[in-house]
Protein backbone atom coordinates (compact mmCIF):
# COMPACT_ATOMS: atom_id res chain seq x y z
CA UNK A 1 0.00 0.00 0.00
CA UNK A 2 1.58 3.21 -1.20
CA UNK A 3 1.88 5.58 1.74
CA UNK A 4 0.54 9.34 1.82
CA UNK A 5 2.29 12.30 1.68
CA UNK A 6 2.47 13.61 5.18
CA UNK A 7 1.29 17.28 4.54
CA UNK A 8 -1.22 17.81 1.43
CA UNK A 9 -2.05 21.66 0.81
CA UNK A 10 -4.53 21.85 -2.62
CA UNK A 11 -5.77 24.78 -3.63
CA UNK A 12 -4.81 27.16 -0.65
CA UNK A 13 -5.99 30.71 -1.02
CA UNK A 14 -4.91 33.31 1.78
CA UNK A 15 -5.50 36.86 1.65
CA UNK A 16 -5.60 39.77 3.93
CA UNK A 17 -7.86 42.65 3.94
CA UNK A 18 -6.76 46.44 3.53
CA UNK A 19 -7.67 48.78 6.16
CA UNK A 20 -10.09 51.37 4.83
CA UNK A 21 -9.61 54.76 5.27
CA UNK A 22 -12.14 57.38 6.41
CA UNK A 23 -11.98 58.99 3.19
CA UNK A 24 -12.33 54.87 1.04
CA UNK A 25 -16.19 54.90 3.17
CA UNK A 26 -16.98 58.16 2.29
CA UNK A 27 -16.44 57.32 -1.33
CA UNK A 28 -17.80 53.75 -0.95
CA UNK A 29 -14.75 52.93 -2.54
CA UNK A 30 -14.59 48.63 -2.65
CA UNK A 31 -13.16 46.38 -0.34
CA UNK A 32 -9.77 45.33 -1.07
CA UNK A 33 -7.71 42.54 -0.01
CA UNK A 34 -3.84 41.43 -0.42
CA UNK A 35 -3.53 38.56 -2.44
CA UNK A 36 -1.03 36.80 -0.10
CA UNK A 37 -1.10 32.95 -1.53
CA UNK A 38 -3.36 32.87 -4.37
CA UNK A 39 -4.02 29.02 -5.25
CA UNK A 40 -0.91 26.63 -4.13
CA UNK A 41 -1.03 23.07 -4.07
CA UNK A 42 1.78 20.56 -3.14
CA UNK A 43 2.97 17.39 -1.20
CA UNK A 44 5.65 16.83 1.00
CA UNK A 45 6.64 12.89 1.48
CA UNK A 46 7.29 11.98 5.06
CA UNK A 47 11.38 12.57 5.41
CA UNK A 48 11.58 15.10 2.47
CA UNK A 49 12.79 17.98 2.65
CA UNK A 50 11.33 20.38 0.36
CA UNK A 51 12.19 24.35 0.14
CA UNK A 52 9.86 26.89 -0.88
CA UNK A 53 11.78 30.07 -2.43
CA UNK A 54 11.05 33.19 -3.57
CA UNK A 55 11.31 37.38 -3.65
CA UNK A 56 9.85 38.62 0.00
CA UNK A 57 6.35 39.41 -0.62
CA UNK A 58 5.79 35.54 -2.26
CA UNK A 59 4.16 34.14 -0.46
CA UNK A 60 6.42 31.80 1.34
CA UNK A 61 6.37 32.46 5.11
CA UNK A 62 2.30 32.45 4.57
CA UNK A 63 2.06 29.08 3.55
CA UNK A 64 4.17 28.06 6.67
CA UNK A 65 1.82 29.85 8.95
CA UNK A 66 -1.35 28.40 7.58
CA UNK A 67 0.04 24.53 7.70
CA UNK A 68 0.71 25.65 11.80
CA UNK A 69 -2.67 26.47 12.38
CA UNK A 70 -1.32 30.35 13.03
CA UNK A 71 -3.42 31.66 9.90
CA UNK A 72 -6.72 30.33 8.79
CA UNK A 73 -6.96 30.36 4.88
CA UNK A 74 -9.15 32.12 3.23
CA UNK A 75 -10.12 29.26 1.23
CA UNK A 76 -8.69 25.45 0.49
CA UNK A 77 -7.11 22.30 1.84
CA UNK A 78 -4.22 21.75 4.35
CA UNK A 79 -3.79 17.99 5.40
CA UNK A 80 -1.75 17.01 7.92
CA UNK A 81 -1.63 13.21 8.10
CA UNK A 82 -4.86 13.16 6.40
CA UNK A 83 -6.09 15.32 9.06
CA UNK A 84 -7.83 18.81 7.97
CA UNK A 85 -5.33 21.26 9.47
CA UNK A 86 -8.41 24.32 9.31
CA UNK A 87 -10.98 21.78 11.38
CA UNK A 88 -7.97 20.50 13.93
CA UNK A 89 -7.16 23.89 14.79
CA UNK A 90 -11.02 24.94 15.56
CA UNK A 91 -11.73 21.48 17.54
CA UNK A 92 -14.56 20.06 15.04
CA UNK A 93 -16.72 21.00 18.03
CA UNK A 94 -20.15 21.63 17.58
CA UNK A 95 -21.95 25.28 18.15
CA UNK A 96 -22.13 25.37 22.00
CA UNK A 97 -24.31 27.21 23.82
CA UNK A 98 -23.25 31.01 25.47
CA UNK A 99 -22.71 29.14 29.19
CA UNK A 100 -20.62 26.41 27.85
CA UNK A 101 -18.30 29.02 26.08
CA UNK A 102 -15.05 28.50 28.53
CA UNK A 103 -15.58 24.63 27.98
CA UNK A 104 -15.15 24.98 23.99
CA UNK A 105 -12.32 27.35 24.28
CA UNK A 106 -10.84 24.93 26.38
CA UNK A 107 -11.56 21.63 24.02
CA UNK A 108 -10.34 24.29 21.08
CA UNK A 109 -7.09 24.68 22.97
CA UNK A 110 -6.38 21.55 23.33
CA UNK A 111 -7.04 20.71 19.67
CA UNK A 112 -4.24 23.04 18.94
CA UNK A 113 -1.86 21.92 21.20
CA UNK A 114 -2.47 18.52 19.54
CA UNK A 115 -1.20 19.86 16.18
CA UNK A 116 1.80 22.10 17.61
CA UNK A 117 3.24 18.75 19.41
CA UNK A 118 3.80 17.21 16.05
CA UNK A 119 4.47 20.18 13.57
CA UNK A 120 6.72 23.09 14.92
CA UNK A 121 8.52 26.43 13.19
CA UNK A 122 11.65 27.31 13.57
CA UNK A 123 11.82 30.84 12.78
CA UNK A 124 14.23 33.68 11.47
CA UNK A 125 16.02 35.66 13.87
CA UNK A 126 17.20 33.82 17.33
CA UNK A 127 17.75 37.15 18.56
CA UNK A 128 14.42 37.44 18.81
CA UNK A 129 13.08 33.68 19.54
CA UNK A 130 14.21 33.94 22.70
CA UNK A 131 13.65 35.43 25.87
CA UNK A 132 16.45 37.38 27.41
CA UNK A 133 15.34 36.11 30.99
CA UNK A 134 15.36 32.48 30.60
CA UNK A 135 18.25 30.23 30.92
CA UNK A 136 18.41 27.79 28.13
CA UNK A 137 17.13 24.96 29.89
CA UNK A 138 14.31 27.07 30.49
CA UNK A 139 13.91 27.61 26.94
CA UNK A 140 13.76 24.03 25.74
CA UNK A 141 11.88 22.58 28.75
CA UNK A 142 9.08 25.50 28.04
CA UNK A 143 7.08 23.79 25.40
CA UNK A 144 6.93 20.31 27.47
CA UNK A 145 5.41 22.12 30.31
CA UNK A 146 2.94 24.25 28.18
CA UNK A 147 1.99 21.17 26.39
CA UNK A 148 1.30 19.35 29.76
CA UNK A 149 3.18 16.28 29.03
CA UNK A 150 3.35 14.68 32.14
CA UNK A 151 6.94 14.49 32.75
CA UNK A 152 8.63 14.36 35.70
CA UNK A 153 11.28 16.24 36.50
CA UNK A 154 14.34 13.20 35.40
CA UNK A 155 12.45 12.77 31.94
CA UNK A 156 12.01 16.52 31.36
CA UNK A 157 15.71 16.66 31.89
CA UNK A 158 16.32 14.11 29.51
CA UNK A 159 14.09 15.71 26.97
CA UNK A 160 16.27 18.91 26.97
CA UNK A 161 19.34 16.87 27.25
CA UNK A 162 18.88 14.88 23.88
CA UNK A 163 17.43 18.18 21.99
CA UNK A 164 20.44 20.42 22.82
CA UNK A 165 23.34 17.31 22.37
CA UNK A 166 20.93 16.73 18.85
CA UNK A 167 21.89 19.96 18.23
CA UNK A 168 25.08 19.92 18.72
CA UNK A 169 25.49 21.59 22.24
CA UNK A 170 28.01 19.06 24.05
CA UNK A 171 27.90 18.53 26.58
CA UNK A 172 24.23 20.00 27.45
CA UNK A 173 25.41 21.02 31.01
CA UNK A 174 27.89 23.18 29.83
CA UNK A 175 25.22 25.28 27.79
CA UNK A 176 21.58 24.68 29.99
CA UNK A 177 22.37 27.41 32.68
CA UNK A 178 23.68 29.94 30.62
CA UNK A 179 21.21 33.02 29.26
CA UNK A 180 20.79 33.72 25.56
CA UNK A 181 23.30 36.76 25.59
CA UNK A 182 26.43 34.72 26.30
CA UNK A 183 25.76 32.30 23.39
CA UNK A 184 26.80 33.37 19.43
CA UNK A 185 24.12 34.03 16.75
CA UNK A 186 24.70 30.28 15.57
CA UNK A 187 24.32 28.58 19.07
CA UNK A 188 20.91 30.38 19.42
CA UNK A 189 19.76 29.02 16.71
CA UNK A 190 20.24 25.77 17.92
CA UNK A 191 18.91 26.23 20.87
CA UNK A 192 15.49 27.43 19.02
CA UNK A 193 16.01 24.42 16.72
CA UNK A 194 16.39 22.78 19.93
CA UNK A 195 13.22 24.30 21.57
CA UNK A 196 11.12 22.89 18.71
CA UNK A 197 12.69 19.22 19.10
CA UNK A 198 11.40 19.11 23.00
CA UNK A 199 8.46 17.97 21.48
CA UNK A 200 9.71 15.29 19.46
CA UNK A 201 7.52 16.33 16.47
CA UNK A 202 7.46 14.98 13.00
CA UNK A 203 7.24 18.27 11.03
CA UNK A 204 9.38 21.33 10.74
CA UNK A 205 8.63 24.19 9.36
CA UNK A 206 12.08 26.49 9.13
CA UNK A 207 11.31 29.95 8.12
CA UNK A 208 14.62 31.02 6.71
CA UNK A 209 16.22 29.66 10.01
CA UNK A 210 20.15 30.86 8.37
CA UNK A 211 19.70 33.95 6.64
CA UNK A 212 20.51 36.11 9.89
CA UNK A 213 23.19 34.39 10.51
CA UNK A 214 27.10 34.96 9.30
CA UNK A 215 28.20 32.97 6.11
CA UNK A 216 30.41 30.97 7.60
CA UNK A 217 27.86 29.07 9.84
CA UNK A 218 24.99 29.04 7.66
CA UNK A 219 26.71 25.35 6.24
CA UNK A 220 26.62 24.07 10.12
CA UNK A 221 22.96 24.97 10.49
CA UNK A 222 21.76 23.17 7.45
CA UNK A 223 23.68 20.13 7.73
CA UNK A 224 22.21 19.85 11.53
CA UNK A 225 18.39 19.90 9.90
CA UNK A 226 19.77 17.23 7.31
CA UNK A 227 20.85 15.46 10.18
CA UNK A 228 17.81 15.75 12.22
CA UNK A 229 15.62 13.97 9.15
CA UNK A 230 17.76 11.27 9.57
CA UNK A 231 18.27 10.53 13.19
CA UNK A 232 15.08 11.82 13.92
CA UNK A 233 12.93 11.21 10.76
CA UNK A 234 11.34 14.66 10.57
CA UNK A 235 10.12 15.92 7.82
CA UNK A 236 10.92 19.70 6.70
CA UNK A 237 9.58 22.39 4.93
CA UNK A 238 12.06 25.23 4.77
CA UNK A 239 11.77 28.82 2.86
CA UNK A 240 14.04 30.87 1.74
CA UNK A 241 15.23 33.46 -0.72
CA UNK A 242 18.55 31.81 -1.35
CA UNK A 243 18.78 29.11 -4.23
CA UNK A 244 22.01 28.54 -2.71
CA UNK A 245 20.85 27.40 0.55
CA UNK A 246 17.80 25.56 -1.08
CA UNK A 247 20.57 23.96 -2.98
CA UNK A 248 22.61 22.73 -0.43
CA UNK A 249 20.35 20.24 1.25
CA UNK A 250 16.85 20.14 0.16
CA UNK A 251 15.53 17.04 -2.19
CA UNK A 252 12.65 18.92 -3.60
CA UNK A 253 11.96 22.58 -4.72
CA UNK A 254 9.28 25.14 -5.49
CA UNK A 255 9.82 28.60 -6.66
CA UNK A 256 6.97 30.92 -5.63
CA UNK A 257 6.04 34.40 -7.24
CA UNK A 258 3.19 36.46 -6.25
CA UNK A 259 1.32 33.59 -4.18
CA UNK A 260 1.49 31.23 -7.22
CA UNK A 261 3.73 28.10 -7.39
CA UNK A 262 5.82 28.77 -10.85
CA UNK A 263 8.00 26.20 -10.60
CA UNK A 264 8.41 22.74 -9.13
CA UNK A 265 10.63 19.53 -9.38
CA UNK A 266 14.09 17.54 -7.92
CA UNK A 267 16.34 20.20 -6.08
CA UNK A 268 19.11 18.99 -9.37
CA UNK A 269 16.32 19.14 -12.32
CA UNK A 270 15.58 23.09 -11.62
CA UNK A 271 18.99 24.02 -10.74
CA UNK A 272 20.66 22.45 -13.54
CA UNK A 273 17.32 22.91 -16.16
CA UNK A 274 14.98 26.28 -15.24
CA UNK A 275 12.53 26.23 -17.30
CA UNK A 276 10.02 29.33 -15.84
CA UNK A 277 11.72 32.50 -17.30
CA UNK A 278 11.53 33.62 -13.02
CA UNK A 279 13.34 30.98 -11.92
CA UNK A 280 16.09 31.20 -14.57
CA UNK A 281 16.87 34.57 -13.62
CA UNK A 282 16.77 33.62 -9.80
CA UNK A 283 19.34 30.81 -11.09
CA UNK A 284 21.47 33.12 -13.04
CA UNK A 285 22.13 34.89 -10.36
CA UNK A 286 22.88 32.37 -7.92
CA UNK A 287 26.64 32.41 -6.60
CA UNK A 288 29.21 29.41 -7.54
CA UNK A 289 32.42 28.02 -6.33
CA UNK A 290 33.90 28.36 -9.80
CA UNK A 291 33.61 31.54 -11.48
CA UNK A 292 34.26 29.85 -15.00
CA UNK A 293 31.05 27.85 -14.46
CA UNK A 294 28.84 31.51 -13.85
CA UNK A 295 25.63 31.29 -16.34
CA UNK A 296 24.64 34.69 -17.80
CA UNK A 297 23.15 36.57 -15.38
CA UNK A 298 19.46 37.81 -15.94
CA UNK A 299 18.44 41.01 -14.73
CA UNK A 300 15.13 41.47 -13.92
CA UNK A 301 13.74 45.03 -14.45
CA UNK A 302 11.01 46.15 -12.40
CA UNK A 303 9.43 45.79 -9.20
CA UNK A 304 7.39 43.23 -8.48
CA UNK A 305 3.68 43.88 -8.64
CA UNK A 306 1.92 44.86 -5.95
CA UNK A 307 -0.76 41.81 -4.23
CA UNK A 308 -3.79 44.19 -3.94
CA UNK A 309 -3.60 44.56 -7.56
CA UNK A 310 -2.66 41.06 -9.28
CA UNK A 311 -1.59 41.47 -12.87
CA UNK A 312 -3.77 39.65 -15.39
CA UNK A 313 -3.00 36.64 -17.48
CA UNK A 314 0.93 35.44 -16.22
CA UNK A 315 1.52 37.48 -12.69
CA UNK A 316 5.21 37.38 -14.02
CA UNK A 317 4.55 38.82 -17.60
CA UNK A 318 5.16 42.82 -16.70
CA UNK A 319 8.92 41.53 -15.55
CA UNK A 320 9.91 38.67 -18.12
CA UNK A 321 12.08 39.58 -21.15
CA UNK A 322 10.48 36.65 -23.11
CA UNK A 323 6.74 37.81 -22.38
CA UNK A 324 4.29 37.82 -25.70
CA UNK A 325 0.84 39.31 -26.33
CA UNK A 326 -0.66 35.73 -24.49
CA UNK A 327 1.18 35.82 -21.36
CA UNK A 328 -0.78 38.96 -20.38
CA UNK A 329 -4.06 37.29 -21.05
CA UNK A 330 -4.46 33.75 -20.11
CA UNK A 331 -3.14 31.89 -16.73
CA UNK A 332 -0.97 29.58 -17.87
CA UNK A 333 -1.41 26.21 -17.24
CA UNK A 334 1.90 23.84 -15.49
CA UNK A 335 3.59 21.81 -18.21
CA UNK A 336 5.00 18.51 -17.63
CA UNK A 337 9.04 18.88 -18.47
CA UNK A 338 9.65 15.48 -17.04
CA UNK A 339 7.35 13.16 -14.62
CA UNK A 340 7.88 14.94 -11.24
CA UNK A 341 9.58 18.37 -12.81
CA UNK A 342 6.71 21.29 -14.10
CA UNK A 343 6.54 24.53 -14.77
CA UNK A 344 3.69 27.70 -15.50
CA UNK A 345 4.58 29.20 -18.25
CA UNK A 346 3.05 29.89 -22.16
CA UNK A 347 6.70 29.86 -23.91
CA UNK A 348 8.39 26.28 -22.83
Known amino acids: MEQQPILQIVDLYKQFPVA ?8 RRPNQVVHAVDGVSFTVEKGEILALVGESGSGKTTVGMNVLGLQEPTR ?10 VDWARGRLPRLKEEHGEIGRLKRRKQILALRRRAQMIFQDPYESLNPRQTIYEIVAEPCE ?13 RVRAALEDCGLVPAEHFWNRYPDELSGGQRQRVVIASALALEPELLIADEPVSMLDVSIRADILTLLQSLRKVRDITILYTTHDLATAGYFTDRMAVM ?6 EIGPTVEVLKDPRHPYTQALVSVAPVPNPRKRRKRMILQGEVPNPIDVPSGCRFHPRCPLATEECGQIDPPYVEITSKHKAACHII
Open 20 to 27: RSIGDRLM
Open 146 to 158: IHDLGLNSEEKEG
Open 257 to 262: YLGRIV
Open 76 to 85: GRILFDGYDV
